[in-house]
């Protein structure tokens, strides 16, 4: 934080120079909005000052300073990547002058304050000391990319040991049973209506038995001589029962 306060202060004194070395002054110094720029960020009206040097810089072709001054108020406003961004076309413009190292300091500074604002804070401003955060950034994000692949290959290994269902013994036994019961012929025995017969009578007297699976047997082995389960073919008609 001494640091940045610092290199605030020194760009303050350089901002407020009075433009006698004529190596300092550049066409957009001259701008009335940025005179502007400078009277509002005297008078703490950050925002303000900002949009003048905006519109310098929309105005002019090689605002240097402006861009200077730009990248300064974003900083003071806390929205480093716009900060960022506008002192590294200072540095485009002038890699030279006299400031420009100071403003390279500046991006730095940026930088520690982006890290900050990023979610669960990951670096305190003085956490890296002089390492170049670039690098950091580049480092983190091939751990990521890594992380990633490692949790792709773990998906992918327990997907291959799912066993497909097992089939189980019951019905792997019952499957030939039930081919074989379908492959034997069925097989009936005749009977005759008598008088006072009905489905019911007929399966006690064959089967000793009468269970409506008895009664629905007899039906389905006569559906072409009877016309529901409770009519009867006429007396003397043969029907089927099946054994």
Known sequence: MVRAAFVFTVLLL??????????????????????????FHKQGEIRKALECYLKVIDNRKGAAESHLEAGRMYL???????????????????PTSEQSNIVRQMIKTAEKQFMQQLPGRPMEPDALGGADLNAKLRS????????????????????????????????????PKASEENAKPQRFRQYTIAKGDNLSSIARKVYGESTPARVSAIFNA????????????????????PE
């Open 14 to 39: 350089v901002g407020c120079d009075d433009g006698s070395r004529a190596d300092s002054r550049t066409i957009d110094v001259d701008d009335p909005e940025f005179r502007a720029g400078q009277t």
């Open 76 to 94: 003071e406003l806390q929205d480093p990547l716009p900060a960022i961004y506008h002192f590294n076309q200072y540095i485009r413009m002038k």
């Open 222 to 241: 006569n559906r072409d001589k009877m016309t529901s389960i409770n009519t009867l073919p006429k007396i003397g008609t043969v029907i089927l029962l």
């Open 140 to 175: 983190l994000q091939l751990e990521n990319e890594k992380l990633k692949r490692e949790l792709a290959d773990t998906n992918r290994t327990q997907k291959a040991l799912v066993l497909p269902p097992k089939t189980t013994g019951d019905k792997t036994t019952e499957a």
